[in-house]
């Protein structure tokens, strides 16, 4: 365990109940269990096969297909959804939320999330968005695991008035769960992300496309010669596809802006290679690999050769 992974004599929350349990939501169930941030887990998914594997998992305490009846008495609920179906599910939950639990979520979009699920909020409930900013381009409730947020930002979009001691408290949880923390405006934030993360995952998505439809490389071509760059942008490109279209739909404007402005540096990148400057290409590789510098010492990325994969040793001779 890390210095951040110290178990808890007292739980955060008393009773937690985990609305999704895929990636993020099983490794907050995981996570709850193994440090004590929570007394008891509820989980509750609306696909039945993956609900029988989460209990087969021992993720809960406790599962339920009814979202509704997982949040009964509950003092936290996490929302792990696709960010489209964060306001249904608040529709769903809020008549059975008992006054003073409070409410988050897990999604990397945040104003429009706060559009679809505040509405439903009833008073005395506290609605405080969260982000935690990690992830596997794997997903269900196998792909989860205890130590995803060690050392990882966990961002919180409170609307104004919210209660502080609420925000503190869910600050707290995700404290124990490893992350540091991180207060932010919504629309900050998604167009923070729309550059951090979702314009990334939209040219892996796009440069995997292209290469899958070039006429002159075989598929074989493709695979066989995948060890230089073309292979890390397949990782980003086998994140989940509902996930990910629900991304775009609901982080548009900020998703156009930075397509729009990377579309005019690519441009640029087109005319130097043109027009040969070797002297323009050289000074922009030596910016973007500072970049990358500037993350390791952040402590977002490994110091390691071949983007932080384990390499075995020499046989012996």
């Not at 502080?164 to 769960?177: H, K, S, V, Y």
């Amino acid at each position: 365990m890390s210095a951040a992974a110290t178990r808890l004599d007292t739980p955060v929350f008393q009773r937690l109940a985990l609305i999704g349990i895929g990636l993020i939501g099983s490794s907050i169930a995981r996570v709850a269990r193994q440090r004590g941030l929570a007394g008891e887990i509820v989980v509750s998914t609306r696909s039945e096969q993956t609900l029988v594997r989460a209990e087969a998992l021992e993720l809960g305490d406790a599962y339920h297909l009814s979202a509704a009846n997982a949040v009964r008495d509950a003092d936290a609920v996490i929302v792990s959804v696709p960010v489209g179906a964060s306001g249904a599910v608040a529709e769903q939950i809020a008549p059975a939320l008992k006054p003073g639990a409070i409410v988050s979520d897990a999604g990397s979009v945040k104003a429009q999330v706060i559009a679809g699920m505040a509405p439903h909020m009833p008073q005395g409930v506290h609605f405080v968005p969260a982000h935690p900013v990690a992830g596997t381009e794997f997903s269900g409730p196998d792909a989860g695991f205890a130590d995803l947020f060690d050392g990882r930002w966990c961002i919180l979009t409170p609307p104004a008035g919210t209660d502080e001691r609420a925000i503190e408290r869910l600050a707290d949880f995700w404290r124990g769960a490893g992350s540091d923390i991180e207060m932010m405006d919504p629309e900050h934030h998604d167009l923070v992300l729309a550059i951090t993360s979702h314009l990334p995952h939209l040219i892996a998505y796009s440069i995997v496309g292209t290469a899958a439809d070039l006429e002159t490389v075989t598929n074989s071509e493709v695979i066989k010669f995948s060890a230089g760059g073309f292979r890390d942008f397949t990782r980003l490109a086998a994140s989940d596809p509902t996930m990910w279209r629900d991304v775009c739909l609901n982080n548009r404007e900020a998703i156009l802006e930075m397509l729009g402005r990377f579309a005019e540096d690519i441009s640029a990148m087109q005319r130097l290679v043109r027009w040969g400057d070797g002297d323009a290409l050289f000074d922009l590789f030596t910016h973007t690999r500072n970049v990358r510098k500037r993350i390791i010492e952040a402590g977002q990325e490994a110091d390691m050769p071949d983007f932080g994969r384990p390499h075995g040793t020499a046989p012996e001779e």
